[in-house]
């Protein structure tokens, strides 16, 4: 049998160019979490530019003088916006790690009074089933009431870890100023130190992945904050016309995260707490937080047209799939990191995914 080496040779080079690609990938994102404060300078900097390109434009200011006006708006809005949230986050994130055993348990005895008011024997549940199915909901409950509970600590000490957050913050803002101020020399600076052939091509790639991911990035941004103004606003209103509403900013950033997860939604949280609350007996506070998501629910569904591209979006089954991969590897927070991913790997490999990767790999052109 005659072995074909150059057809292997060619299998061999197209796998280590997909291998070198997704380990690239994997040190990217190493990289990003190791160096967190520049990658959070680098993304507002993509947010200010706009205002900084009208001031040099509309006014005539230099790019210094228009970056550290911009600067100084978005420094007063980070600053004030840092204090109120972390003495509210630890205030209800306290109160509520003291009080959850008492929502558990209210939880609890509505679904136990469900269980009761259901005729199982119509549909012949034995009492061992029956019993199962009692102590698997309240095992869950108590698991949910555990994660709540190291979570909510978790958060305390994060935000009570002040001499970390300073040098964060510090940092952050400071290459912030950088970034913006000496956007011109930071490109110069690296289109000079790499070699041509490699400017051009990775420029290429990375201009087409910055326009992908990033509108994909900035139309799920908005849309999610568009949600929590909305959420947080709603639920303030209530609070203070006397609702039973105790935690809204804990429950605002809570509806943010689920809204930012595709498939899932503001829904997730909102559908079940007010069934929960009108079970309970306040019914008026059940319908005004079904109301307040259906308000969410018209503006999402008239933004999301207008701001999401139809070429950004992938099937939702795969998109399903990167958020389940991301969850078993990385936790919760490969929910959000998964479906972007998928969008960089799609970018990256879209010649080889149009052709058939498999196909394409082992094929004898």
């Not at 139309?219 to 609702?243: C, H, M, P, R």
């Not at 969008?343 to 082992?362: A, E, M, Q, R, W």
Request: with cysteine.
């Amino acid at each position: 049998m005659i072995i074909d080496m150059s057809y292997w040779t060619k299998v061999i080079t197209r796998l280590i160019y997909v291998g070198i690609t997704l380990f690239g990938i994997y040190l990217l994102f190493k990289l990003s979490i190791f160096y967190m404060p520049f990658l959070i300078a680098f993304i507002i900097s993509l947010i200010m530019e706009p205002a900084i390109k009208f001031l040099m434009n509309k006014l005539k200011f230099s790019r210094k003088l228009s970056s550290i006006l911009v600067f100084i708006f978005v420094f007063t809005i980070i600053v004030g916006g840092l204090t109120w949230g972390i003495t509210t986050l630890i205030s209800e994130s306290t109160h509520l790690m003291s009080g959850i055993n008492t929502y558990i348990d209210k939880v609890s005895v509505q679904i136990q009074e469900i269980f009761n008011s259901f005729e199982f024997s119509k549909i012949k549940v034995s009492d061992e089933v029956l019993n199962i199915m009692q102590n698997s909901t309240g095992n869950f409950l108590d698991t949910i009431s555990v994660w709540l509970q190291n979570f909510l600590k978790n958060v305390i000490n994060i935000i009570t870890s002040i001499p970390t957050i300073a040098i964060y913050f510090v940092i952050t803002i400071l290459s912030l100023y950088f970034i913006c101020t000496e956007r011109i020399y930071i490109l110069d600076q690296i289109e000079h130190h790499l070699p041509k052939a490699w400017v051009r091509k990775i420029g290429k790639h990375i201009r087409e992945l910055i326009k992908v991911l990033g509108a994909y990035l900035k139309a799920e941004a908005t849309l999610i904050l568009v949600s929590f103004i909305i959420s947080i606003i709603g639920l303030y209103i209530l609070k203070i016309s006397n609702f039973n509403i105790q935690y809204p900013l804990l429950i605002a950033l809570g509806i943010g995260f689920v809204d930012a997860l595709p498939i899932l939604g503001s829904g997730t949280i909102m559908v079940p707490w007010g069934v929960i609350s009108a079970l309970d007996g306040d019914f008026k506070l059940g319908m005004a937080i079904i109301v307040l998501w259906i308000i969410m629910s018209i503006v999402r569904q008239f933004l999301e047209p207008r701001i999401v591209s139809n070429q950004i979006g992938t099937h939702p089954i795969f998109t399903l799939i990167s958020m389940y991969t991301g969850f078993k590897l990385i936790g919760v927070l490969g929910m959000l990191i998964g479906p972007i991913v998928l969008i960089i790997l799609k970018n990256i490999f879209s010649t080889l995914i149009d052709n058939g990767v498999l196909k394409t790999i082992f094929d004898k052109r």
